[in-house]
């Protein structure tokens, strides 16, 4: 079930479309312990989202979106992937549950979150990850859940050139605008910490 990366110069397609789009400069590789996240989880994970994570990493996307930490469902009070899957579950349509995933695998997992509260996650109904499509959950909206046909990567791109009949997303930032900057959550931190009065005290 082990999700392998790409392999040196076998370069994911997909992020070959979005560097041109976003700059990967300032992400780190995450160093991600697949075999853990994935007996974790149920599942391994899409490819294009390994090779994301080897290039980019986890982190804000122009101060508007978090390409949230790929952690485990067992929530011991840390954000990320396990924290806001279990946000989007508390919204998902029940009836869509019983036999879109395995006992252990979630019918949604989250990979994303803009600064609205919309969450971005897979469908995790097809048996290879690599054809999940994206399911975003749209805050404070009476059908909140919109389907697309793609993958996290390409979803991204789409979202980044308009391709899309309407913004996927509550906010504006990432719709139909480019070039859009990533920054890798540890830098993210240090910024923060810079910007903060309380953060030497």
């Known amino acids: 079930m082990s999700?392998?990366?790409?392999?040196p110069g076998n370069e994911h397609p997909a992020i070959t479309s979005l560097r041109g789009l976003m700059p990967s400069d300032r992400g780190q590789n995450e160093h991600v312990d697949w075999p853990t996240l994935e007996a974790a989880w149920g599942t391994a994970f899409p490819s294009d989202y390994v090779a994301f994570m080897a290039e980019y990493g986890?982190?804000?996307?122009?101060e508007s979106f978090?390409?949230?930490?790929?952690n485990t469902p067992v929530l011991d009070g840390a954000n990320g992937m396990g924290q806001e899957t279990a946000n989007a579950l508390a919204s998902w349509p029940v009836s869509g549950t019983s036999s879109e995933a395995s006992?252990?695998?979630p019918p949604v997992i989250a990979w994303?979150?803009?600064i609205v509260g919309d969450i971005a996650c897979w469908r995790t109904s097809a048996a290879n990850p690599d054809d999940w499509t994206v399911v975003v959950f749209r805050n404070r909206k009476?059908?909140?859940w919109t389907e697309y046909d793609c993958g996290m990567v390409e979803f991204l791109r789409r979202t980044f050139v308009?391709?899309?009949d309407a913004n996927p997303f509550g906010d504006e930032t990432l719709w139909n605008e480019t070039p859009q900057e990533f920054v890798h959550w540890r830098e993210e931190a240090d910024l923060f910490d810079e910007d903060n009065?309380?953060?030497?005290?």
């Open 66 to 70: 978090e390409v949230i930490h790929p």
């Open 142 to 144: 009476r059908d909140p």
């Open 197 to 201: 009065p309380w953060a030497s005290l």
């Open 103 to 105: 006992d252990l695998t």
């Open 112 to 114: 994303g979150i803009t």
């Open 162 to 164: 308009g391709e899309w």
């Open 3 to 7: 999700t392998d990366p790409t392999p």
């Open 58 to 62: 986890s982190g804000g996307i122009s």
